[in-house]
């Protein structure tokens, strides 16, 4: 596709349930990034991807959370027995390299409630 | 470690006015970049504009530039001409040469633009 395509957009668990948020780069680009977004903060990062290999996963708060892109392409993050504090914007970007001049582009966010 | 502070929590400004929201930053690498990205209500990212560690002029884009003063670590951007389409969210972001590259975001500035 053009852009990033995350889905669902919104997804409401109970806590306690098991969600997963699945994002699609655009095509051919090499790093993936998940972000957190509480209401009223800035993007807190989660984990990287540089093509299939996770070589930074020093955001995830615990290990209820669990990221994955098994063949360099789409990319699942994972969260076990959802919490309430897990309720926020889940966004995706991806570059196309991996220099540090590359902007990031994002996806719409996946926006989690857990009751 | 990377940190961005941004110390505006909210800004106002008159439509057709020129206004500066300030972004400071802290990072122990020689070769970094610097990012904007605004939020609108509506949540998805857009990337403004890029600036370089060892860029020599300040980048601009149509009514977006970026006051860059490496030996004070700020990164300010400047939107002139302001729009009501331009109240939003605005992060100031930094992706530097060491580790993984991840990004570091600010907590943001929400500015307002008053007709």
């Known amino acids: 596709g053009a852009g990033v395509s995350q889905s669902p957009r919104y997804k409401v668990a109970k806590r306690g349930q098991d969600v997963a948020l699945r994002c699609d780069p655009i095509?051919?680009?090499?790093?993936l990034f998940w972000y957190q977004q509480a209401l009223g903060q800035g993007p807190e990062f989660l984990t990287y991807?540089?093509?299939?290999?996770?070589?930074?996963k020093s955001g995830l708060p615990s290990d209820r959370f669990f990221a994955e892109r098994p063949e360099g392409s789409v990319s699942t993050l994972k969260i076990q027995r959802t919490q309430q504090e897990d309720s926020a914007v889940y966004l995706c970007?991806?570059?196309?390299?991996?220099?540090?001049?590359?902007?990031?582009?994002f996806g719409e966010g996946s926006r989690l409630t857990v009751l | 470690a990377q940190k961005i502070t941004q110390t505006q929590p909210g800004m106002f400004v008159q439509e057709k006015e020129a206004v500066t929201l300030d972004c400071t930053y802290d990072?122990?690498?020689?070769?970094?970049?610097l990012f904007w990205y605004k939020q609108p209500s509506s949540g998805e990212m857009i990337f403004l504009i890029y600036?370089?560690?060892?860029?020599?002029q300040n980048a601009t884009e149509g009514r977006y530039s970026l006051n860059f003063q490496k030996a004070r670590k700020s990164a300010n951007l400047v939107i002139s001409a302001s729009q009501l389409g331009d109240s939003a969210m605005y992060f100031c972001?930094?992706?530097?040469?060491?580790?993984?590259?991840?990004?570091?975001f600010g907590i943001g500035t929400k500015l307002q633009v008053i007709p």
């Open positions: 970007a991806s570059s196309l390299g991996v220099h540090f001049t590359g902007e990031l582009f």
């Open positions: 095509s051919g680009h090499v790093s």
């Open positions: 991807f540089q093509n299939e290999a996770q070589l930074d």
């Open positions: 990072t122990s690498d020689q070769s970094y970049g």
């Open positions: 600036q370089g560690s060892y860029d020599e």
């Open positions: 972001a930094m992706r530097a040469s060491g580790g993984y590259q991840k990004v570091t």
